[in-house]
């Protein structure tokens, strides 16, 4: 593999970039870099700490082959792309969609789709999420961000640990929010007794959620429409810190708390508003999404 190393991860350490390119683990890089596998300007790196430089060749003795298999294309799965280039695609999300295979959903993801659409993600980031830089839940619609090859794929995913990806939802949650803004801070882990539901846990990664409130409702039950920032991507953060607050996602049957989900078909969770800098030009791209027929109809049955 051998790729130039654009603006966005100028000045990022070579064990990093490499294992954003490859999707190998930094351990695995390392004994990599240990063996001369890794080369800038034709020469092996010493140290795997070394910074790169925007510009400079960087080759890497790839490991044939990835454990992980591969996603099957599938064209029946519709893809709603907002924006593409050669680089990069912004795709709308249809709510029920799951985004990549895992436990008991192995076909009919929005993977399975991109592939068919671009076959050459096949080779952008992990084997069983090609392409994909950030995910949606299943029940969640809105704005994705798809790298379409590896640079771009490594420099969006820079960026968004960098936290200069911004990605905003909208959200109706139960009870009325006094505050007119607020921030969620709080760390995010797999809950103890069941593994497959997030939680609030002092175990968890640094979680950060800011809010703001958009309109207030008392019929039919006291609810809050509210713009949603992500700050940090962890799975399920914001369903689990507007939960954690007392104010859980209308209609989210697994974190609403028991509360009747009769109100909405399905978590009341948008994502609306996406921006970030090009991979390659440096540009700052922003994006919108409408909210959906079924989150509208919610909506004005409330106003």
Do not use: N
Not at 61 to 68: F, G, H, I, S
Not at 137 to 143: A, E, Q, R
Not at 255 to 269: E, I, M, Q, T, V
Not at 283 to 302: G, I, Q
């Amino acid at each position: 593999m051998k790729d130039v190393v654009p603006a966005a991860l100028g000045g990022e350490r070579v064990d990093k970039v490499v294992a954003l390119l490859t999707g190998m683990a930094r351990a695995d890089v390392a004994r990599l870099v240990e063996q001369g596998g890794v080369r800038v300007g034709g020469r092996p790196v010493a140290a795997r700490s070394r910074r790169l430089a925007e510009g400079e060749e960087l080759e890497v003795d790839v490991p044939d082959a990835r454990k992980t298999p591969g996603v099957a294309p599938d064209p029946s799965v519709e893809v709603a792309v907002v924006f593409a280039d050669d680089d990069v695609a912004v795709v709308d999300k249809a709510a029920g969609v799951v985004v990549h295979p895992g436990a008991g959903q192995a076909g009919g993801t929005l993977a399975a789709g991109l592939v068919a659409r671009w076959p050459e993600l096949a080779g952008v980031g992990e084997p069983d999420r090609p392409g994909i830089v950030h995910r949606l839940d299943k029940g969640t619609s809105g704005l994705m961000l798809v790298a379409r090859t590896r640079v771009a794929h490594a420099a969006l995913s820079a960026q968004l640990e960098r936290r200069e990806v911004e990605r905003r939802y909208l959200a109706v949650v139960w009870g009325t929010v006094e505050a007119p803004a607020g921030l969620v801070d709080a760390p995010v882990g797999r809950a103890e007794r069941d593994p497959t539901r997030m939680s609030v846990s002092a175990r968890g990664r640094q979680a950060r959620t800011r809010y703001e409130v958009l309109e207030r409702f008392t019929e039919p039950a006291a609810a809050t429409f509210v713009e949603c920032r992500l700050e940090t991507g962890r799975t399920h953060q914001i369903r689990v810190h507007l939960a954690a607050i007392g104010h859980p996602v209308l209609g989210d049957a697994r974190y609403g708390g028991g509360r009747s989900a009769r109100l909405a078909p399905r978590p009341f969770l948008h994502a609306h508003r996406l921006a970030f800098d090009h991979p390659i030009t440096g540009e700052r791209l922003v994006f919108s999404s409408e909210l959906p027929d079924d989150l509208r109809e919610v909506l004005v049955a409330y106003r």
